[in-house]
């Protein structure tokens, strides 16, 4: 096992923060885990460290191996990152729909990269797919190491890790927890540890609404990075969830400008959608109940992408 580098301490123990401007009245309380303070910007250096270690740990990765994995870009990052340090070759399989900077950041940590076409630049149903076929074939040397990040619940104890420090930060009883998922794990880890300190707690799996699979059985395309990949995730487990919504990008989209503009929040626009159904949650609730969703990386990572640009 290869000696750890105290970079990866930094990894968690984010921001917390209760929406201030943007919120209407007769709202719950609306709380945002900013996750873009990890060390690459977004919620996946959790899973990434976790999954790394784990492998370490069984002995199914050792020193002089590569890493592989299929990704949008943020798990790709996060693990070019990790290996970077721990001193490990990664090669990614990603494709030209993800965000350019994300794409360079998996480079610049030293990742070798391999792209997919996407049809009109699109994430369609059968993209990631196509992606993880790819990787499966790389996979089948005894010198690789395959992070299968859709089947791997080594990380859910990073992200059980992020449910408990959600219920410090909070400090009262939380309605509702929400958010988008791509490998659901942290939809998966967070809300195990949630219902764990308070079986009331509800779980809402947020998507696009022009891509919903698990609300309607629709494998639709949309354009946000990182979330409903055209296949129910193996880690899912729809019993666990209380209710499922669809937010259009469009407004999603906008929520993450307001979000910049208004709260000083800088996030993506799987964030934007985050907060946007938070916030619709939170007006069916009204006042004296919390809920809880996530910032999941910067917008930092989609300046490119015209996201924010401001005519």
Known sequence: MTSRH????????????????????????????????????????????????GAEASGKLKPGMTVVEATAGNTGTSLAFVCSVKGYAFRVVSSDAFSKEKLQSMK???????????????????????????????????????????????????????????????????????AAAGTSGMLTGVSQVLREMNGDTRIILLEPASAPLVSSGIKGSHTVDGISVGFMPPILKPADLDDVRTIEEAEARNMARLLA???????????????????????????????????????????????????
């Not at 792209?115 to 996979?139: F, H, Q, W, Y």
């Not at 809880?292 to 996201?307: E, H, P």
């Open 108 to 178: 610049l940590f030293g990742a070798e990269l391999e792209l997919i076409p996407a049809e009109n630049g699109k994430i369609t149903p059968d993209l990631v797919p196509a992606m993880i076929r790819r990787v499966k074939k790389m996979s089948s040397s005894p010198e690789i190491y395959w992070t299968a990040q859709f089947e791997n619940k080594d990380m859910l104890k990073g992200y059980r890790k992020m449910g408990h420090e959600i219920l410090l930060q909070v400090g009262k009883p939380i309605s509702v927890f929400c």
């Open 6 to 53: 105290p970079i990866l301490d930094a990894i968690g123990n984010t921001p917390m923060v209760k929406l201030q401007r943007i919120v209407p009245g007769h709202c719950a309380d609306i709380y945002v885990k900013l996750e873009y303070f990890n060390p690459t910007g977004s919620y996946k250096d959790r899973m990434a460290v976790a999954m790394i270690d």
């Open 261 to 311: 503009a208004k709260e000083g929040i800088f996030g993506g626009t799987s964030t934007g959608l985050n907060v946007a159904a938070a916030i619709k949650i939170g007006m069916e609730l009204g006042p004296g109940h919390n809920v809880v969703t996530v910032a999941c990386d910067s917008g930092m990572k989609y300046l490119a992408s015209g996201l924010f640009d401001i005519s």
